[in-house]
C-alpha cells in the first residue's frame, strides 16, 4: 500500500503559519515579479480565481480587502515543507518526495489495521509540529493514492485521510472522478480521451487493455494498470539531471551592460552551486537574453550561445568566466532586456569527468574547486545576509534581490532578522 501526503494549498498554508489573520481569508501567493497567481486559499478559489491568473487583472480584489496577496517566498516554502517531510520520514519505512508539497509513504511491513490510525496522527502531528495542513490518500498503487488524496482534500468529512482499501471505495472514487483529473492523463491526453467518450476514470478502466495500447502510448496503459490496482510506477530512480537553468524576468528591463553582468554572475553562481549540490558537472554553459515581446514599440532581441569547456566542471569561477563570455558575444547596447538566464548542460558525475590531455591547468582546477566549497559553507553560515564570500562580478545581498515582490514576508525560519517577534 501507498500514502500520498499532499500539503493543501501549500505556498498560502505557509504564509498563514505565521500570520494567523489570514486564516479563513482569500490569499493568493504570486510568481517572481509578482506575475501570476501560483497558489490560492479556498476562499480565493471560490471567489473564481484560476491558477496563473496575471495579478493585474484580481489586483483590485486586494485593493477593495477582499483577497490578500504575498509575493512568492521560496526560502520560507522549502524550510517548512523540510519540516514536514522530516517528520513523514520519521513515521514510515519509506518515502519519496515527489514534489515540494507531496510524498509517497511506502506502507510495507505496516499491519493494515494499524495503517488509518498512523496516517490520522501524521494529519494531526504535521499541523501541530509545523503549522501546514495535508491531506492523505491510501491505496494500493500510486495513481489511486493519489486520487484518494483529492477526496481527502475536497471532504472534510474524512478528516484528512481517505482510505480507498476495497474494491467498492476503488470503483466509486473512479467513477466520482473525471479523466482529466488522473495523474499521467493530463491536458493534451484528456482531450483525445473525451473525443473517445472516455469522461472518467471509470469509463477509461473498462476499455480493455488492447484498446488502450492501440489507441494510446505507454504510459496511458500504465496509468490504466495501476487504476486496476496493479504497481507500475516504482519508485523514481534519482536520475541526474540533463541541464540545470537560472533565469530571471526582471522587474523593469535593462540596458545598462554593467548591471547586466551582475545579473548573468548571478545567474551561473546559482547553477554552479545546484552542480556542486548534486555531485556533478558541466561542460556546456550556455546563456539566453529576452527582450519584452510585449512591447511593438521596443526592438526585440533573442540571442543565446554556447560555450563549451574543456573540461567538465562545477566551479564558480569557471562556470560564470564562461557564462561571462558568452554574455559578451551576444550582449548589444541598443536593447532593453527583459529577461536573463543561464544553463549548464552536458552533465556528468564530478567523479567521472574525462580530462583532457592538453589539460595543462589541473592544479588551479583543484583550487577553485576547494574555494568554491568554502564559499558554500560562507554562503550557509551567512544565509540572512546572502552571499558572504563572491566573486567580483557578483551582487552582494540575496540572489532574489532585483526581483518585484511588493507583498512579501519575512524569513521567519532562515534568518534571525525576521524572526517572529512575540509580544
Known amino acids: 500500500m501507498y500514502a500520498l501526503v499532499d500539503c493543501n494549498n501549500f505556498f498560502v498554508s505557509c504564509e498563514r503559519v505565521f500570520r494567523p489573520e489570514l486564516e479563513g481569508k482569500a490569499v493568493v501567493v504570486l510568481s517572481n515579479n509578482d506575475g501570476c497567481v501560483v497558489s490560492r486559499s479556498n476562499e480565493a478559489k471560490a471567489l473564481g480565481i484560476r491558477m496563473c491568473t496575471p495579478f493585474y487583472q484580481v489586483k483590485h480584489l486586494a485593493d477593495q480587502g477582499l483577497m490578500y496577496a504575498c509575493s512568492s517566498n521560496y526560502a520560507l516554502y522549502g524550510d517548512l515543507s523540510s519540516r514536514v517531510m522530516s517528520l513523514l520520514a520519521d513515521a514510515v519505512p519509506k518515502i519519496e518526495i515527489y514534489s515540494i508539497d507531496e510524498a509517497f509513504l511506502h506502507l510495507d511491513g505496516i499491519p493494515p489495521e494499524h495503517v488509518p ?40 468529512g474524512y478528516k484528512g485521510v481517505c482510505m480507498m482499501d476495497t474494491e467498492a471505495k476503488r470503483l466509486k472514487a473512479l467513477e466520482l472522478t473525471t479523466i482529466d483529473d488522473v495523474w499521467g492523463i493530463g491536458r493534451k491526453l484528456a482531450p483525445k480521451m473525451l473525443e473517445r467518450n472516455v469522461r472518467t476514470a471509470l469509463d477509461f478502466v473498462m ?27 516504482e519508485e523514481e530512480k534519482d536520475e541526474r539531471r540533463k541541464s540545470i537553468c537560472t533565469s530571471r524576468s526582471f522587474a523593469d528591463m535593462i540596458d545598462d551592460e554593467t548591471e547586466l553582468v551582475l545579473r548573468i554572475s548571478d545567474f551561473a553562481a546559482m547553477c554552479a552551486r545546484k552542480l556542486r549540490e548534486e555531485g556533478s558537472a558541466a561542460s556546456d554553459v550556455t546563456v539566453f537574453m529576452y ?34 563570455k558568452a554574455f559578451r558575444a551576444i550582449y548589444r547596447p541598443e536593447y532593453k532586456y527583459k529577461k536573463a538566464g543561464v544553463i549548464v548542460g552536458n552533465i556528468t558525475a564530478a567523479d567521472a569527468i574525462q580530462a583532457s590531455i592538453f589539460d595543462f591547468d589541473e592544479e588551479l582546477r583543484m583550487k577553485q574547486d576547494k574555494l568554491s566549497k568554502v564559499m558554500d559553507a560562507m554562503d550557509c553560515m551567512g544565509s540572512s545576509q546572502g552571499n558572504l564570500l563572491r566573486l567580483a562580478t557578483q551582487r552582494p545581498g540575496h540572489y532574489a534581490e532585483g526581483i518585484r515582490s511588493d507583498f512579501r514576508s519575512r524569513l521567519y525560519t532562515t534568518s534571525l532578522d525576521d524572526i517572529i517577534e512575540v509580544r
Do not use: M
Open 207 to 233: 476499455r480493455p487493455r488492447e484498446w488502450v495500447a492501440s489507441n494510446f502510448n505507454i504510459n496511458a496503459v500504465r496509468t490504466w494498470e495501476e487504476l486496476q490496482g496493479h504497481v507500475c510506477h
Open 291 to 324: 527582450t519584452n515581446r510585449f512591447r511593438d514599440d521596443l526592438k526585440q532581441y533573442f540571442p543565446s550561445v554556447t560555450i563549451r569547456l574543456e573540461v567538465a566542471a562545477s566551479s564558480t569561477q569557471e562556470i560564470v568566466g564562461a557564462a561571462l
Open 117 to 156: 490510525q498512523l496516517c490520522h496522527d501524521l494529519v494531526v502531528k504535521v499541523r501541530k509540529w509545523v503549522g501546514v495542513p495535508v491531506s492523505v490518500g491510501v491505496a494500493p498503487t500510486k495513481t489511486l493514492a493519489k486520487i484518494a488524496s483529492h477526496f481527502a482534500k475536497k471532504h472534510k
